[in-house]
């Protein structure tokens, strides 16, 4: 059990020393979230918008940002040929830890900058942080386990276009069912946790079989 | 290779001729019987007898390729592949006949949202859900040069996103407002069909579910007798 945690702790040190290294994938994923977000601002305009509005497209941009910088977990390792190196060196469900978990700090560094940027430009009335951190943080997880597993999957492919887009909206469609609802809770006119809390439930209930069904599958995506 | 060449002919034969005449029997009985007065429904209500199969043959045809694609993670056979491809072709078929046969009866007989293509029924997000699913797979097959991969990630994808789908099916619609009978707060539909509906309705499932075996058993005989001759198994 200990050498299963450290050989994730190894993966996950490994992918944060060479992101400090460079910043590339930061940098540029934060960037992504900035103009995008800039973008809608700026088509939304000077009109109030309702609650609903805001959380769908706060998540919209989320979701994006996930499909366009996550994928490149994978990617890289497979750009820079260490991907032998890797799999002798580790078992598979150990680097699948570490790059989720790897992901997830991404996750959490776009979900910050959103929220921060978004709530300002818009002037979003929120009641709740506690409960909108909450839900960011669980919907978040469970975006991340998806999104790993499928970044391992197309990095196998041969020709990629926009392809973790296609194959990853698809399964997060009952995630953000919940995740808006939930977020919704935390601004004007929502009910708060009590309101909420059927959906954190659901949310950390997909998380769990997300990541779980990515653990039993990642050896035979990763393996040849 | 397994070999899979020889089909008993004369029994495939007696089971595929079966199948088209039950469907024909179904079609007839469903709209030449006499069916009760329904409210708003009317004779609409015939829909019924063709909608809700189209569900449950998406939901076999979902089951099977599930159990090809595992099967394909277990054992690497390529022909378990071909099955798995083969079943969620047709199933999205079934789907989209499914959802279209869906979105034409609720533009005239669900009265909030009346006169609209698109109801966000937990039901129509289901089915979307599983179309895109079958979509992506399907531009994931394509990616890909060398086949043993291509059979290998593929099921792994088929497999993950089925992880999804009992939340789908249990979660999602216990809170969301559904006008689907039989959903939170309408009438389940059995209470407002005449038993004499129920005796079309089940053989209509029934019908469906074997027509989805016959058209799948063919497309896999053609896509295994391509696979032997071209070593390509895509069709």
């Given at each position: 059990m200990i050498n299963w945690i450290i050989g994730s702790w190894a993966v996950l040190e490994k992918d944060l020393r060479l992101e400090m290294r460079s910043r590339y994938a930061l940098n540029m994923l934060l960037m992504f979230v900035l103009s995008s977000l800039l973008l809608m601002a700026l088509a939304i305009g000077q009109n109030p918008i309702s609650e609903h509005m805001q959380i769908a497209l706060l998540w919209v941009v989320i979701m994006f940002s996930a499909a366009i910088g996550l994928g490149r977990s994978f990617v890289a390792e497979e750009e820079r040929g260490t991907v032998l190196l890797l799999q002798l060196n580790v078992p598979g469900t150990q680097v699948f830890a570490g790059k989720l978990v790897f992901n997830f700090l991404l996750l959490l560094a776009v979900d910050g900058l959103s929220l921060t940027v978004f709530s300002l430009l818009l002037n979003m009335q929120i009641f709740n942080l506690p409960l909108l951190i909450t839900a960011l943080v669980l919907g978040s997880l469970g975006?991340?386990?998806?999104?790993?597993l499928l970044a391992a999957i197309i990095a196998r492919a041969t020709n990629r276009g926009p392809l973790l887009p296609v194959l990853l909206f698809p399964m997060l469609i009952p995630l953000l069912l919940s995740v808006v609802f939930a977020s919704r809770q935390a601004l004007a006119g929502g009910f708060g946790w009590i309101g909420a809390q059927t959906e954190l439930v659901t949310m950390g209930a997909f998380a769990g079989v997300v990541?779980?069904?990515?653990f039993l599958l990642f050896e035979y995506v990763w393996t040849d | 290779?397994?070999?899979?060449?020889?089909?008993?002919?004369?029994?495939y034969h007696l089971i595929r001729n079966l199948v088209f005449g039950w469907v024909t029997i179904v079609l007839?009985?469903?709209?030449?019987l006499d069916i009760p007065k329904i409210n708003i429904l009317e004779h609409t209500a015939r829909n019924l007898y063709f909608h809700v199969p189209m569900w449950f043959t998406m939901m076999a045809a979902a089951f099977?390729?599930?159990y090809h694609s595992f099967k394909v993670l277990q054992t690497g056979d390529p022909v378990r592949d071909i099955r798995a491809l083969q079943a969620a072709r047709i199933g999205t078929f079934f789907g989209i006949l499914g959802l279209l046969t869906g979105i034409i009866w609720s533009k005239f007989t669900w009265y909030i949202g009346t006169d609209v293509w698109w109801n966000f029924d937990p039901r129509q997000i289901m089915v979307t859900f599983q179309l895109l699913i079958y979509g992506a797979y399907f531009v994931l097959r394509s990616t890909f040069d060398d086949p043993m991969k291509r059979a290998r990630i593929s099921a792994a994808y088929n497999l993950f996103a089925m992880s999804a789908i009992p939340f789908l099916l249990y979660v999602i619609p216990r809170q969301m407002e559904s006008l689907h009978p039989g959903a939170e707060g309408n009438p389940a539909f059995s209470e407002i069909t005449h038993p004499i509906m129920r005796m079309v309705f089940y053989p209509a499932i029934i019908g469906f579910i074997g027509l989805f075996w016959v058209l799948y058993t063919q497309r896999v005989r053609v896509a295994l007798m391509k696979y032997r001759i071209t070593q390509d198994s895509e069709l």
């Open positions: 975006v991340a386990g998806a999104t790993t990541i779980t069904a990515a | 290779m397994m070999s899979h060449a020889s089909v008993n002919l004369k029994k007839l009985a469903g709209f030449l099977v390729s599930g």
